[in-house]
């Protein structure tokens, strides 16, 4: 089993910076793809950040330019540093992990517990 730990979430003030954290522990071989996802209440989880093992990281336009993910893969880990933030960007993030847990099976993603960030004055 793999869990994922997330710290960093909280409350800053339009135009701020909050720096995400998560931490991937368990029995498992690799981890092939990290990122970051948010759901805002009765929407869809929607794709915030990815990166790959080898370092190649994917954004959409909303957060472009304003948000930057990196990986540590000595420690598992993966990190989101959010700039400018804006009140839309107010909601719960959850973290994301594909992982190859063992040789015999294909690969396996789990999301963490979510984090709340809350952008507002």
């Known amino acids: 089993q793999v869990q994922l730990e997330e710290s960093g979430g909280g409350l800053v003030q339009p135009g701020g910076s909050l720096r995400l954290s998560c931490t991937a522990s368990?029995?498992?071989?690799?981890?092939?793809?990290m990122g970051w996802y948010r759901q805002a209440p009765g929407k869809e989880r929607e794709l915030v950040s990815l990166?790959?093992?080898?370092?190649?990281?994917n954004y959409p336009v909303s957060v472009k330019g304003r948000f930057t993910i990196s990986r540590d893969n000595t420690k598992n880990a993966v990190h989101l540093q959010m700039n400018s933030l804006e009140p839309e960007d107010t909601t719960v993030y959850y973290c994301?992990?594909?992982?190859?847990?063992?040789?015999?099976?294909?690969?396996?993603?789990?999301w963490g517990q979510g984090t709340q960030v809350t952008v507002s004055s």
């Open positions: 994301k992990a594909v992982v190859q847990v063992d040789f015999r099976t294909s690969l396996q993603y789990y």
């Open positions: 368990g029995r498992f071989l690799s981890i092939n793809r």
């Open positions: 990166i790959t093992s080898g370092g190649i990281t």
